[in-house]
């Protein structure tokens, strides 16, 4: 059972299951870190959700009382930046939160440069945050160069299946299953080979995804891919809430938090409760095969 | 397939409905975002299908998938209590339960929830006040009413007042009657004007009352589905006239039948358990079959009176293996026969219902004419006049509220024992369902050929825009050069299948000849030149007329099995040569799409079913032969008469005329008539089905070539369109319609998607429901 106060350090379960997380994380702080110091604003938004238990997680400061080290840490620019210098050498894995970490900082680097009170300390926080994500930007290039990343990107693919095989992902729904699968592959080495290699093998490696997708899809849920399904009865439905750990419900839910209905109706209604009106684009009735084409479209076209 | 996951008729109607909310918004911006080439958005002649035009479809198909009318046909056998068992079903007593034959008109109850005072509608009455304007000339004219006994017969007392009212001018019938006593006097006034013109030899105007709204029709809320949430559309009631309560226009009653029971979403068959032994009766068999023919997986059985079962009797599950036994024309599932008791139904309903005026009555001490139920509560109610008793000792001593206690007690004792609730539960469950499968598979074929269609507007634009602009002039052109090659396809298609019609014709005349050559020499010559047949007994003129029957049947068996080989062999050549044509236009590669053709269903000319009608049941009347003979008078006197009798030539003195029997005859003239007249109706009706069949063919035939035509037709406009965006637009323009059309094509590709999958899974439950039903 999972406390939905306790806080999740990186060496959580939750965390080795979906190492997408750490990934989401950083780049969700280093988004939240604002100079005019308005940061707070994000981080009371997020306030009791899987974001805050994994900042105090991270921070190791869990233990500690909690008002101290919100001030501590959210108080000062210099302390924030200096935090992000070491999660993205200790989390930054993925190419996906290396560039987007990147370009938040260049944004910030240019805020700073026009204004005339920033202390010296912070200057320099920016300059070796720069140095060092300038050097992994680097390494990264190489790698695509290399048919390395191709060969991490399928070794990426099998591990992520192979957990789910496994029942790492059986707290949550099926449907929910090939969206943690989703995810990870977005976070990860799979989602950067995606994003670096040219069209017509981008669309080969998301033919394979979706091939494992719907298989493990019809294998959990006992029938065939091409068998229609009641949506809510059997793609939605969860195990009985008081045998699953609901870290996994709501870590998908975070990771979906900034998906709109319109644009993502099959994320939206895998990752939430509906208790509202059901999305008009999803069906009612559907097959393994028209669910996994919809989702993996909606992850993959993600910018 | 999971069965279980897509046995959900709810869940397939609000899928359905999804699905065309989405097409229609995607509808809406494709007008607002001039998705389509200029000339098909202008082109609004009969045949093109405009985006307007599709919406409105669309629209109404909503509206027919959200509002389902559900009418459950109700049918009897003779004395049946199909009344009775309708009025249990409404929880009152809407219609008059007479123990004469109702041979008016069909009449629909319909369920509207709140309405309390049951009001009747009757728009068509005006050939009824017709029939009774008639009718009051020919009464008219007898002055008497010993001589009008003469017609009638012995009359009820509500005839008599019907015929006095009709008599003085003042009968006439009303568009609309309101509360129960008037709905109840007009139902029985038709129903007597009914019988009335039978005796007077006027015919009842039945053939202007053929469809559902020409029908009297009663509103009012049925006590049992008050609870239920209101769900849109309405559910109806039809009392049905069965064939053996039309007497003399018993063929007229079978085709009204047919048409009622066809539009209906679920026929119940009431039967009387109290009769089920004397099933082995012709006239009962014959309705039990008509009505299965028609209903077929539809039907339900209501067997009702169980109320009168003895306690020898057999039980429940071997009463319905008896009744499944019954049904030859049918395979009807044990669990749609339902043994019940519709009055004890119908009395807890009312009783229920009117608990405080049992209370009041009894306060009064008397029983009112119209609470005669009240009657039949206490004495089926469990302890007759004992009961009745003890509840009016707890009213004497005040004690209302335990009489009323009591009163339920029985209320729900009395429905338990009339099995109704399995009859609600299940029947009236199966004529919604039915319902919505005949709606839910219009909308679903409906919104995937609107769908289909509008993908091929879109994507020639599409392929113009993407392309060169020289290779789509080529297209272009190669296009038209198809559309005259399918034309001549279809002159070509046209010849042979004319062709083969004719000599498919030649073929049928020589078999027709022959039948009735064979009939003359088989069947007529059984009766020809014999006035009159004469038999010992009736016995065996009855044997005489079967052995005729039989040999007409057979002959007419044969012509049926000659004619119905010919006619495969026809079906399977005119295929062939459709299979011959589809492939030369596949070999076409339209569009350089091979696809194309998938999109125009593809022709059965598999229509040609011959129409056979069976010998007629009546051949001839049997007649008793009489004579006169001359017999002694006995005694004395006789003798004496006799005596003086030869003396004065009177040869008939002392004797007696006496009518003996003379054997039985039948009149071979009329029966000669009847045979070769049905022998030539039979040739002329095989005649006519064929010909409509040749005629489904033709159409089948040109149908197919004009659909493919247009697509074709709609591919080059499609380009054209495409074409001229190429060369008037800028390229960013360009780029964005693309876009619009790559998005918008991607939307209609997912809603494919998921209406396939819909059909699918109707499919799977229209399987299931009929698997249920068998």
């Known amino acids: ?303 | 397939m999971k069965l279980e996951y897509t046995s959900d008729v709810e869940l397939l109607r609000s899928e359905i409905l999804r699905q065309m909310d989405v097409f229609d918004d995607l509808l809406c911006q494709a007008e607002k975002g001039n998705w389509l080439p200029d000339i098909s958005r202008q082109n609004d002649d009969e045949t093109d299908r405009s985006l307007r035009k599709i919406r409105q479809s669309i629209q109404t198909e909503i509206h027919r998938v959200k509002n389902v009318d559900v009418v459950l046909a109700v049918v009897g056998t003779m004395k049946a209590g199909k009344s009775t068992s309708i009025n249990a079903i409404v929880g009152r007593e809407v219609l008059p339960n007479r123990s004469l034959p109702m041979t008016a008109l069909p009449t629909l109850v319909r369920h509207v929830k709140g309405c309390q005072t049951p009001r009747l509608e009757f728009k068509k009455y005006k050939p009824v006040n017709e029939l009774a304007e008639k009718l009051r000339k020919k009464i008219s004219k007898i002055k008497h009413q010993k001589d009008r006994q003469k017609n009638t017969g012995a009359v009820d007392e509500s005839m008599e007042e019907l015929i006095q009212e009709i008599r003085s001018g003042n009968f006439s019938v009303k568009e609309k009657y309101e509360g129960e006593r008037e709905v109840f006097q007009f139902l029985r006034q038709l129903n007597d004007l009914v019988r009335l013109s039978v005796y007077y030899d006027e015919m009842f105007p039945f053939g202007q009352y053929g469809s559902m709204p020409e029908f009297p029709c009663i509103s009012v809320e049925f006590t049992h589905l008050a609870e239920q949430n209101a769900r849109s559309g309405s559910f109806t009631l039809l009392d049905t006239p069965g064939p053996n309560e039309a007497g003399a226009n018993s063929e007229l009653f079978r085709r009204m039948l047919r048409t009622q029971l066809r539009d209906a979403s679920a026929v119940v068959l009431v039967m009387d358990y109290t009769q089920i032994n004397s099933v082995a009766d012709q006239d009962m068999r014959d309705h039990i079959d008509v009505v299965a023919r028609i209903a077929g997986d539809r039907l339900s059985v209501l067997v009702n009176k169980i109320d009168q079962r003895q306690r020898n009797d057999q039980d429940d599950q071997a009463l319905k293996r008896m009744i499944v036994g019954l049904f030859q024309k049918i395979q009807l599932a044990e669990e749609r026969i339902h043994p019940v008791s519709s009055s004890y139904a119908y009395l807890s309903a009312r009783a229920g219902s009117e608990t405080t005026a049992i209370i009041r009555s009894l306060h009064a001490a008397s029983v009112a004419e119209d609470n005669a139920w009240m009657e039949d509560f206490w004495k089926e109610g469990g302890g007759g006049p004992v009961f009745k008793k003890i509840v009016c000792d707890d009213i004497k001593s005040g004690n209302e509220v335990q009489a009323g206690g009591r009163i339920k007690e029985v209320v729900e004792q009395l429905w338990k024992e009339s099995k109704f609730d399995e009859v609600l539960e299940n029947v009236i469950q199966r004529a919604f369902s039915r319902a919505d499968q005949i709606v839910l598979d219009s909308a679903g074929a409906k919104l995937l050929d609107h769908l289909e269609w509008l993908v091929d507007a879109l994507k020639p634009r599409k392929l113009a825009l993407i392309g060169k602009g020289e290779d789509t002039r080529a297209i272009i052109a190669r296009e038209r050069r198809h559309i005259s090659s399918v034309g001549e396809t279809k002159k070509k298609m046209r010849t042979v299948a004319q062709k083969k019609m004719e000599k498919y014709r030649g073929e049928l005349n020589r078999r027709l000849g022959h039948f009735q050559d064979e009939f003359e020499n088989r069947v007529l010559i059984m009766v020809q030149n014999r006035k009159e047949i004469s038999f010992d007994t009736e016995e065996e003129a009855k044997i005489f007329l079967e052995k005729v029957r039989v040999a007409a049947k057979k002959s007419l068996d044969e012509v049926e099995a000659g004619i119905k080989k010919m006619s495969d062999n026809f079906n399977a050549e005119m295929q062939k040569e459709l299979d011959g044509s589809i492939q030369s236009i596949k070999n076409l590669n339209l569009g350089g799409r091979k696809g194309m053709l998938d999109y125009v269903a593809p022709p059965d000319p598999k229509s040609i079913k011959i129409d056979i009608h069976l010998p007629p049941e009546e051949l001839a009347e049997i007649t008793e032969k009489r004579r006169v003979v001359m017999e002694e008078q006995e005694g004395l006197w006789g003798g004496v008469k006799r005596f003086f009798g030869s003396i004065l030539g009177q040869n008939d003195w002392g004797l007696d005329e006496r009518t003996v029997s003379d054997g039985f005859k039948i009149n071979g003239n009329n029966m000669y008539d009847k045979l070769r007249d049905y022998c030539q109706e039979s040739a002329a009706s095989i005649n006519r089905s064929i010909d409509k069949g040749l005629d489904e063919v033709n159409n089948v035939i040109s149908d197919f070539f004009d659909k493919f035509d247009k697509k074709i037709q709609d591919f080059v406009i499609g380009l054209e369109q495409g074409l001229r965006d190429k060369e008037t637009k800028i390229k960013s323009e360009q780029e964005a319609i693309v876009s619009l059309l790559d998005s918008a094509l991607g939307s209609l590709g997912n809603l494919k998607t998921d209406i396939d999958n819909w059909r699918k899974a109707f499919a799977l439950q229209t399987e299931v429901a009929s698997a249920g039903a068998t």
Not at chain 1, 14 to 43: H, M, S, W, Y
């Open chain 1, 1 to 303: 059972m999972s406390d939905k106060s306790y806080p999740i350090a990186a060496e959580a379960t939750i965390c080795q299951t979906l190492r997408c997380l750490p990934q989401k994380f950083l780049v969700d702080f280093v988004n939240g870190i604002e100079v005019a110091r308005d940061n707070r604003t994000i981080q009371i938004q997020r306030s009791g959700s899987i974001f805050q238990r994994m900042y105090d997680g991270f921070s190791g400061q869990g233990t500690r009382r909690q008002g101290q080290i919100n001030d501590s840490v959210i108080d000062t620019l210099d302390s924030s930046l200096q935090w992000l210098n070491d999660l993205s050498r200790e989390l930054a894995q993925s190419n996906l939160a290396i560039c987007k970490v990147n370009e938040r900082v260049s944004d910030l680097v240019q805020q700073v440069s026009h204004l005339a009170d920033v202390s010296f300390a912070t200057r320099e926080q920016l300059q070796k945050l720069t140095q060092t994500l300038c050097v992994r930007m680097h390494d990264m290039e190489r790698r695509v160069q290399q048919v390395e990343m191709q060969q991490a990107a399928g070794i990426h693919l099998d591990s992520v299946f192979a957990k789910w095989a496994a029942g790492k992902f059986s707290d949550v729904s099926a449907s929910a299953r090939y969206y943690a699968a989703l995810q990870e592959l977005w976070w990860g080495d799979f989602g950067d080979c995606f994003r670096s290699c040219e069209k017509s093998r981008s669309t080969e490696l998301l033919g394979t995804l979706m091939n494992k997708g719907i298989t493990q899809l019809a294998q959990d849920v006992g029938i065939r891919p091409t068998d229609v399904c009641n949506t809510r009865e059997i793609w939605l439905q969860a195990p009985p809430r008081d045998s699953h750990n609901d870290d996994m419900g709501q870590a998908l839910a975070w990771l979906a938090s900034d998906r709109s209905v319109d644009v993502s109706p099959f994320t939206v209604c895998v990752t939430r409760e509906l208790s509202r009106q059901w999305p008009r684009q999803v069906p009612l009735l559907t097959t393994a095969d028209r669910l996994v084409r919809a989702m993996t479209q909606e992850v993959f076209s993600h910018d």
